[in-house]
């Protein structure tokens, strides 16, 4: 039981840890002034965010199993009418799953397509864009 624990809390301080990792991504990918300096970087941005999904992801699935292996050793040891596994009900140890990986996918979908075309404060890169080619032109003269 005392692994069981482990990893059900595991599996909360993981989707914390990549929640925060994923947040500072999005945080500097929305960042007008960043995007504006270093605009070859924006592509970073898509392939670090689906590297940190799919990672966590995986060790998302990894847990999982694990969980369902414990369970499985508790069932075996304790029978099917023990009081400790009368709760577990079947639905409950399917959707909550799918709801965490609906989470994952979601995000890799984020970052492999909608990131894909979209560059955050494209109206101030071009305005800097044109600003450099004013003063390169002046500077030529």
Same mark, same amino acid.
């Given at each position: 039981m005392n692994s069981i624990r482990?990893?059900?809390?595991?599996?909360?301080? /993981?989707? =914390? @840890?990549? $929640?925060?990792?994923?947040?500072?991504?999005l945080v500097k990918f929305f960042d007008c002034d960043f995007s504006v300096r270093?605009?070859?970087?924006?592509?970073?941005?898509?392939?670090?965010?689906? /590297?940190? =999904? @799919?990672? $966590?992801?995986?060790?998302?699935?990894?847990l999982d199993d694990n969980l369902r292996k414990l369970w499985g050793s508790v069932k075996k040891l304790a029978g099917e009418g023990d009081v400790l596994l009368s709760?577990?009900?079947?639905?409950?140890?399917?959707?909550?799953?799918?709801?965490?990986?609906?989470?994952?996918?979601?995000v890799l979908i984020f970052w492999l397509f909608t990131s894909r075309n979209y560059y955050p404060c494209q109206a101030a890169a071009h305005k800097a864009v044109q600003s450099e080619t004013v003063i390169s032109k002046e500077c030529r003269k």
């Open positions: 482990h990893y059900s809390t595991l599996r909360f301080a /993981m989707l =914390t @840890v990549y $929640f925060a990792v994923t947040g500072g991504l270093y605009p070859e970087l924006h592509g970073l941005f898509q392939i670090a965010g689906s /590297m940190v =999904t @799919v990672a $966590f992801f995986i060790f998302e699935v990894a709760h577990r009900q079947l639905w409950k140890g399917c959707l909550v799953p799918m709801a965490t990986y609906g989470i994952f996918v979601g």
